[in-house]
């Protein structure tokens, strides 16, 4: 034991609880010694007079109530210390335990990402190669179907089979799926590097915005936004961030029918900023809303399921937290709240 562990041993280092404790003492023998003296005051003014072999003893009897009840007050009074103490141990108790079973959570998650990275990059170096193979094959492949004639001058043999075209492109498609699965495997086990810096919101919608204006347009989406001028800034790696809200407006993209509506907002809320991704599909079920964040759930029959997993992921890295709820008149909200950047340096 060193010697910061010694001082902390002694009395002095816990000064002012000793001293809470002996005012809760102190003052529960004031207490009982006035309640004694006011006691024998009282029982002299009924008459009761004290008498010991023919002797007035009403000044005996006095002191005798007056340190019998300061004992009991006193008594008393460490009988509360005690107990205040025992309860703000018992929460001091609490919130270790609490801490240290949030410890343990993050390392098993720790762990568990660690054999899911050791079995990511053991896929990636095992699967990805044949992939490129097939992939590259099928694309020849598919090169020499739509060929209207061989090399010799002849109608190929196989240049007429629309069946052939489908396939090909059909397996390209899946290995790029594939590739996509394993891709975000390794995003998911792979460490957070998070390159903060003070960043204004404008910045992250429009970077957003550029990179998934062309999906929503294809689709004929109308989109709004909505962002004060002069918000505060956040503490954020934008790369990152614009790719949770990149990804939130995809998913927003694939959930509304051509000619709908998705909306971005940012406003300031409790020391926070508070991004919101809104769109008029048909919204997420109550009942689903917390199960979504977690790794390898899908409600789609080819997502991966760690979109928002990996969304959560990013958010929590920056201090914030990102929530799902309804959409006013129907459809899903996301939000990401993000703290406000120390120096509160204002963005236009």
Not at 25 to 47: E, N, S
Not at 60 to 67: D, P
Not at 158 to 176: K, L
Request: with cysteine.
């Amino acid at each position: 034991m060193n010697d910061h562990d010694m001082n902390d041993l002694t009395p002095s280092a816990h000064a002012p609880a000793w001293t809470r404790s002996a005012h809760w003492r102190w003052w529960g023998a004031l207490a009982g010694l006035a309640t004694g003296l006011f006691d024998a005051v009282f029982l002299t003014q009924l008459g009761v007079s004290f008498a010991i072999n023919g002797h007035d003893a009403t000044l005996l009897v006095g002191a005798y109530f007056g340190l019998t009840f300061a004992l009991l007050g006193y008594l008393v009074g460490l009988l509360a210390a005690s107990r205040r103490r025992d309860h703000r141990a018992a929460i001091v108790i609490q919130s270790q335990l609490e801490m240290l079973n949030a410890t343990r959570a993050r390392l098993a998650q720790s762990e568990k990402l660690a054999a899911l990275g050791q079995l990511a990059a053991a896929i990636a170096h095992e699967v990805r190669n044949p992939l490129g193979v097939i992939r590259s094959a099928a694309q020849g492949l598919a090169e020499s179907v739509v060929a209207p004639e061989s090399a010799d001058g002849r109608d190929s043999a196989i240049g007429t089979d629309d069946e052939g075209r489908r396939a090909c492109s059909f397996i390209i498609a899946e290995v790029d799926r594939l590739n996509n699965v394993i891709t975000s495997l390794l995003a998911f086990a792979r460490p957070l590097h998070v390159r903060p810096r003070a960043v204004g919101v404008s910045e992250l919608l429009d970077r957003a915005l550029l990179l998934a204006g062309e999906e929503l347009a294809a689709k004929r989406i109308r989109v709004e936004r909505d962002d004060q001028s002069g918000m505060p800034a956040v503490q954020a790696d934008p790369d990152l961030l614009s790719q949770v809200l990149l990804g939130l407006l995809a998913n927003a993209s694939e959930a509304v029918s051509p000619g709908g509506e998705v909306a971005l907002r940012a406003r300031t809320t409790e020391g926070t900023i508070a991004i919101d991704v809104t769109d008029s599909g048909p919204g997420v079920p109550a009942d689903l809303r917390e199960q979504i964040f977690e790794p390898f759930f899908t409600t789609r029959t080819r997502g991966t399921g760690l979109g928002l997993a990996i969304a959560r992921q990013i958010v929590a890295a920056h201090g914030g937290r990102i929530e799902v709820g309804e959409r006013d008149g129907g459809g899903a909200r996301f939000t990401i709240s993000l703290p406000i950047a120390r120096d509160a340096a204002l963005a236009a």
